[in-house]
């Protein structure tokens, strides 16, 4: 489906019947009939027949009354959609919905960490022609129409919006997700056959399972296991150092570091305020330690690497990857991340530096080596989130890929992420809009051209 950005101008009638204005030039572009004299529009669910009248204006121009306006939920003022003309109805949209956690304070609205990714979101959106909002769960939904956040000057505006034609699934909470108006909203959305990805978070132990059917990356996975007594002596039998990793986990957290020592073993918990380090002369005293943990969630123990550090600091690499308008996946972004001092875990959240990913290769190895371990990390990932968004449930578009390298500069994958900060490639200037937020955008407007093709 092409679109076409149109500018859109109200206008008064004082007629009974609605009226549409097109000026000729926009006519002949979108190639409807020269003796159209009536036509339906419509934006998302919504639609209304209007009468037709042609105008002689050299720009792509629309004249809609605000009863078409109210029928179809648009702003009663001058904007630019993108339109396109398909089987005798003139589209107007698209609608994008951004589904997170909105702490609602007055007359304004908190989007937290993804605050500035919003407002991009938003401008290119604009910019392009697109709808987009923010909302959150609540009651307030109809096929027809839904209670948003729009973006303007001042800040986010609520609005009755037109219901999204996709959803960009952004919570930020599996609890959120588990919940009973999550699991009806998505019904109504398979059931009005609306398109919405990244919609939900993956276990750390179904992404390793899956991938370990892939032959050609299981020379990338580190030996993993769910967490049993016997598994864990097992393990500590190959290898000096463990990972215990919460199934559910993200940022960082609750994860523990367990190495064998002369006399025992060492245990590093890592938490927001400082990572403890413990000693433990026995596995009883050290399951007494972890039971308190493992009674509450599931955990994965995962083999220990001997990772790129920097000034003792871990080192691992963050490529953000995209799918793209032909399905295909790309890479938009790319970061290297350092623990904190005394940290074995890198996340930002947590203290981790960041900085370029040929700056951490290049205090241990050559440029030329770089390049080729750059090159490796880049198709690593891209095959990591293609074999994902094949295998996986549901639809994803955007992926975070977590890498590390050891210290003969093979890859590692160490965790798949499908709620990727948006904190990892910050932007220079507040008029500037990131390649991922572009991305997004455009995998949505062909998400929304493909599903209006199936209709």
Known sequence: MNFQAVKMVPIENKTSFPI????????????????????????????????????????????????????????????????????????????????????INKDTIDLRSIETYCRE?????????????????????????????????????????????????????????????????????????????????????????????????????????????????????????LFLKPVHGSQGKQIFKLSKIENGFNLAYSSLQ??????????????HRLAPHLKKRQ?????????????????????????RENNRWKITSSTARASKNGSFVSNLSQGGEMLSVEKALRTKFEKKECEQIVKHLREVALEVAKEIGNVSEGVFGELGIDLAIDTSGRPWLIEVNTKPSKNM???TDSTSIRPSTKAVILYCLFLISENLKGE
């Open 20 to 103: 549409i204005q097109i000026s000729e030039t926009l006519a002949r572009k979108l190639k409807l009939p020269c003796d159209l004299s009536s036509l339906e529009i419509q934006c998302s669910r919504n639609s209304i027949d209007c009468q037709v009248v042609s105008i002689n204006d050299e720009d792509f121009l629309i004249k809609l009354d605000k009863q078409v306006l109210d029928s179809l939920f648009l702003f009663y003022e001058e904007r630019t959609y993108l339109v396109s003309y398909e089987d005798d109805c003139l589209h107007i949209g698209p609608v994008i919905g951004l589904l997170t956690e909105i702490s």
């Open 121 to 241: 979101m938003a401008g290119y959106s604009e910019e392009i022609g697109a709808i987009f909002y923010v909302f959150t769960l609540n009651k307030h939904w109809t096929d027809k129409s839904m209670n948003g956040f729009v973006f303007e000057e001042t800040g986010w505006k609520e609005s009755v919006l037109p219901f999204p034609q996709v959803v960009h699934n952004r919570l930020h909470k599996r609890t959120n997700e588990k919940s009973k108006m999550f699991q009806q909203f998505t019904t109504d959305l398979h059931t009005w056959k609306i398109p919405y990805f990244n919609n939900h978070f993956l276990n750390k132990w179904t992404v390793h399972e899956q991938l370990s059917n892939i032959d050609h990356l299981l020379p990338y996975l580190p030996e993993t296991e769910l967490f049993t007594h016997k598994n864990l002596e097992s393990l500590l039998d190959i290898y000096p150092t």
């Open 274 to 287: 400082q990572d403890v380090l413990k000693s433990y002369k026995s596995l009883a005293d050290l399951y």
């Open 299 to 323: 955990y994965l123990i995962q083999q220990g690497l001997d990772l790129l550090s920097i000034d003792d600091r871990p080192v691992d690499f963050r490529y953000l990857c995209h799918r």
């Open 425 to 427: 490639n910050p932007i």
